[in-house]
């Protein structure tokens, strides 16, 4: 199967402008997730989409590779989806533009999630990560998932899921990582449906999947991220990057 990595770049977040060419130690944040992603070897291609030029020649100037979109998108997935609809691929690896420090291990477990006989049954793939830090679990930054006996995410919501009703059970919860991985098909369908009522209202993209009947099997890692969503973040990545 040839398996891609495709990284969805927007200039413009809403929460921090630009955050995608600040500079990172030596280079930019998009620079080090490009970097990192390639220096994995797991992928027969990896290539940068975005709405900037002041991206497309960040990647482009440094060797890397890079695609302009041509139209305007309100996700990553549909950005990656005018990008990839031309192509022959079967695997589609989305990495996050804002998680510089992306880690082989991690995009491994992802990508493991098509092999084999279950694999063939799966269509999108996604990441998740026991909450550690309870205090986290009500922030609305923080998307949460409750996942079924076979690990396949059952919803997904900025609220607190599950509730504990009753205090003498035990509660686990579980953050989504927004890393996906998606068969070419599936990725092209998405594309094709108009955004679920749950999306519009929690503004979460991997709704649509669900409320049209695809599965998204969750992945468990345990691996460290460390994402840039807002100025805050920033100095927590340098910090971070020393001690590299």
Do not use: C
């Not at 900037?52 to 996700?75: D, L, R, T």
């Not at 990441?127 to 922030?139: G, R």
């Not at 686990?172 to 998606?182: M, P, R």
């Amino acid at each position: 199967m040839k398996r891609i990595a495709m990284i969805p770049a927007r200039y413009a977040a809403t929460r921090f402008p630009y955050k995608l060419v600040q500079p990172l130690g030596q280079k930019t944040v998009i620079r080090h997730t490009y970097d990192n992603t390639v220096a994995t070897g797991l992928f027969d291609q990896v290539i940068v989409v975005t709405d900037h030029p002041i991206i497309f020649n960040e990647i482009m100037g440094n060797g890397g590779v890079a695609v302009m979109s041509k139209k305007e998108h309100e996700s990553g997935s549909d950005r990656i989806a005018e990008a990839v609809a031309d192509m022959d691929v079967d695997i589609i690896l989305n990495v996050q533009g804002d998680e510089p420090f992306v880690q082989k291990h991690t995009l491994q477990q992802l990508l493991q999630a098509f092999d084999g006989k279950q694999g063939d049954q799966v269509q999108v793939a996604s990441l998740m990560k026991k909450f550690t830090d309870l205090a986290l679990v009500a922030n609305p930054n923080y998307v949460k998932v409750v996942v079924d006996k076979n690990k396949d995410a059952l919803y997904f919501s900025r609220s607190v899921i599950p509730y504990q009703r009753d205090e003498t059970v035990a509660a686990h919860y579980f953050e989504h990582i927004g890393v996906y991985a998606f068969r070419k098909t599936a990725l092209m369908n998405f594309t094709k449906w108009p955004a679920a009522t749950t999306e519009r209202l929690e503004k979460l993209e991997q709704l649509r999947y669900l409320e049209n009947g695809i599965r998204i099997r969750m992945i468990e890692t345990n691996d460290t991220t460390v994402k840039i969503d807002i100025p805050e973040d920033l100095p927590i990545a340098e910090a971070y990057l020393k001690r590299l």
